[in-house]
């Protein structure tokens, strides 16, 4: 496995790969690996030639008062892992190689959808994630790109944003991972001590009682989301940032559910925020 940290030998490597007609996978994280960021790796590995895996912490896509200088970094360890699966090259750029003007940089937007759930709660987020992934496909060249589900609002942002700009790259979604009482893996479940670890099920419990409610038949999306609320009620040390029920496409809210619709949670339990989605429907 080579470690790779400048966009030229990335380039370089990349193309070598084109050249030998090689399919390349894209896997990009923020690094502090767990089982989640594995099955896309281990999902590419299927589908792919060439396996890149990119570990970049993306000082952009953080607001002033989030977890940019503490969020985990663990690099050695995230490449013995990736190693262990058989990626070929991690893309492990420092800040100033990716953003080599500093703050003043050119932004990749996709209007609009930048600004529902995470995006209204972390002004500016999306707006960061479309710019560090649009560099990254730039970079990397990738024919596919590995996502989880459980970034689900990104998800849907990036594949509009390659949609709208005609990029020549497949976008792929995994399941969520989840422990085995139902908690998303996250790199951030890393902050939370045991009793947070025990209140951070909330989120899930409160996707299953809307999911109940819609097994049951109920298809208006203001009784969904007042049953999932219940949950919160008595929850201590969890404060709700949202509960939406949206189309997964374009993220606007849907008052009635005709076909599928995505119900996302995004909460603070203690001062660590954590969010998690269901999909409600075939």
Request: net charge neutral.
């Amino acid at each position: 496995m080579k470690i790779v940290s400048t966009i030229p030998e990335m380039r370089t490597s990349s193309r070598e790969a084109r050249s030998r007609a090689a399919r390349i996978g894209l896997v990009p994280t923020m690094g502090a690996l767990h089982e989640g960021h594995l099955s896309l790796v281990r999902a590419a590995c299927s589908q792919s030639d060439l396996v890149v895996a990119s570990i970049f912490v993306n000082p952009t896509q953080f607001g002033p008062n989030e977890d940019y200088a503490r969020y985990p970094r663990n690099l050695k360890e995230d490449c013995a892992l990736l190693e262990r699966e058989g990626v070929d090259i991690v893309f492990a750029p420092p800040v100033e190689e990716m953003y080599p003007a500093g703050p003043d940089t050119t932004w990749v937007v996709v209007e609009a959808m930048s600004n529902r759930l995470c995006g209204r709660s972390r002004p500016g987020h999306f707006r960061g994630v479309t710019t560090v992934v649009s560099k990254l496909f730039h970079i990397v060249e990738p024919d596919l790109a590995f996502f989880g589900q459980k970034d689900a609002a990104q998800v849907a942002i990036i594949r509009r944003m390659v949609r709208d700009l005609n990029m020549p790259v497949r976008i792929e979604v995994c399941p969520i991972v989840r422990e085995a009482d139902g908690l998303a893996l996250s790199s951030r479940n890393a902050y939370l001590d045991q009793d947070q670890r025990k209140a951070a099920l909330t989120l899930y419990r409160s996707l299953h009682r809307a999911r109940e409610r819609f097994d049951q038949g109920e298809r208006e999306t203001t009784t969904l989301i007042a049953a999932a609320n219940t949950e919160f009620v008595s929850a201590p040390g969890v404060r709700l940032d949202y509960f939406e029920i949206v189309d997964p496409d374009t993220l606007e809210p849907e008052p009635m559910i005709r076909k599928q619709a995505l119900a996302a949670v995004a909460a603070f339990v203690g001062s660590t925020r954590l969010i998690d989605n269901i999909l409600l429907g075939p």
